[in-house]
């Protein structure tokens, strides 16, 4: 079964990556092409439906290696709906309601096709069983991927290499945990979204889309229900909170302020990790560079948890492996306080500004602007109060 993942993923990755030339010159065709806004980092109107080279890379790779299984029809057949649904909206711009209808169809076809959690297991809990609220509980889990995805797409190849990274190791655990079919498509997952990376990496020369960062949600979803949810593994629910933290922390950073404000939370803004990144002096390509180390860093803390022999059979701790589990989770949990600090103190760049004015008034605009390049680079200034 492994062989046949690696096949998938050879031909997910060569597949996108010979498509997507061709869709970006349809997208030029049919005028889907994402504007410069002022809250994007796009320097020029670049050609969107991506999605429909990701989907491609995803069922041929799908028809030729998964097993024909309800579940994995049911799951390629919602992908095709929702690209579909992410499509129009590429080209005409569907409303939040429109689009929303959408992403619920497409989890509730997988939710039809057995692609739902009835129970799972929880560290010193045990057992949980979800009776009837265990489809609508999926259907909702499905929706909020799709959109945690949809969210952290802002910026040159971080939602495609994100879910490259995701989807390899939610693969190294599927196939560990023996979800066999849930590794084959997570496989399909990360060449699909790497082959489409080698054109959408800063500079882009075409963007995916909510064609297909709600695809790459939707088959995300599915791998961790398929992958993770359904099995009776302590660190089920473990798994993929650690993995997609990056975009789930993004997700909710964003989600509360827009509450915060009362603006809606569907709304587009410039609160992103990566919005303050580039308000911080950060490239594109280094800001990426950041978001995939930190994402890598929690995938491989993800994939540890699984490895690590860090308990006995009998739920004894082992000793030496449970203080290396331990080193690890820390570094994960400091890289994150780390970096989430830097993102929210060092946004406050125009208060800094104003305190060098309040110092000395006759500080020239080049001199105020010269101290806070080195303030950001050095991170040594006086607090802000």
Not at 82 to 111: E, F, H, M, N, Y
Not at 241 to 259: E, N, Q
Request: with cysteine; net charge neutral; proline share 4%.
């Amino acid at each position: 079964m492994e062989t046949r993942a690696l096949l998938a993923f050879v031909v997910a990755l060569a597949l996108t990556t010979a498509v997507t030339p061709f869709v970006a010159r349809l997208a030029r065709r049919v005028g889907a092409l994402d504007p410069v806004q002022e809250r994007g980092l796009a320097s020029e109107p670049t050609p969107l439906l991506g999605g429909l080279a990701i989907l491609t890379g995803v069922l041929v790779a799908g028809a030729l290696c998964l097993p024909a299984t309800s579940e994995m029809r049911g799951i390629l057949g919602a992908a095709a709906l929702i690209t579909a649904v992410g499509l129009l909206d590429d080209v005409r711009d569907l409303s939040p309601g429109v689009k929303l209808l959408g992403q619920l169809a497409a989890g509730l076809i997988c939710v039809l096709s057995g692609v739902r959690v009835d129970d799972f297991t929880l560290p010193f809990l045990g057992r949980v069983e979800l009776g009837d609220v265990g489809g609508p509980l999926t259907l909702i889990g499905l929706v909020a991927v799709m959109n945690v995805v949809n969210f952290s797409d802002g910026v040159d190849g971080l939602a495609a290499g994100v879910c490259a990274i995701s989807a390899i190791g939610f693969s190294v655990i599927a196939f560990d945990l023996r979800q066999e079919a849930a590794g084959i498509l997570a496989a399909c997952i990360a060449g699909a979204a790497l082959g489409f990376l080698i054109h959408n990496f800063h500079p882009a020369s075409v963007f995916m889309g909510d064609s297909g960062s709600n695809l790459l949600g939707l088959l995300l979803g599915a791998v961790i229900v398929e992958g993770s949810l359904k099995t009776n593994a302590l660190i089920a629910l473990v798994v993929p909170l650690v993995i997609l933290a990056v975009p789930f922390l993004d997700t909710g950073f964003v989600v509360a302020k827009r509450i915060k404000y009362r603006r809606p939370v569907y709304a587009g803004d410039s609160n992103h990790f990566h919005h303050r990144f580039h308000r911080m002096g950060f490239s594109q390509r280094k800001t990426v560079l950041y978001l995939y180390a930190w994402t890598t860093t929690m995938t491989g803390i993800a994939v540890a948890l699984r490895f690590v022999p860090y308990s006995e059979s009998n739920g004894q701790l082992n000793a030496g492996w449970a203080a290396v589990m331990g080193v690890l989770l820390l570094i994960g949990l400091s890289a994150s306080i780390y970096l989430i600090y830097v993102l929210e103190i060092l946004k406050l760049r125009r208060l800094r500004a104003w305190q060098l004015r309040r110092e000395d008034p006759d500080t020239s605009e080049h001199e105020i602007d010269t101290r806070l390049e080195e303030d950001l680079e050095t991170g040594e200034f006086t607090a802000l109060r």
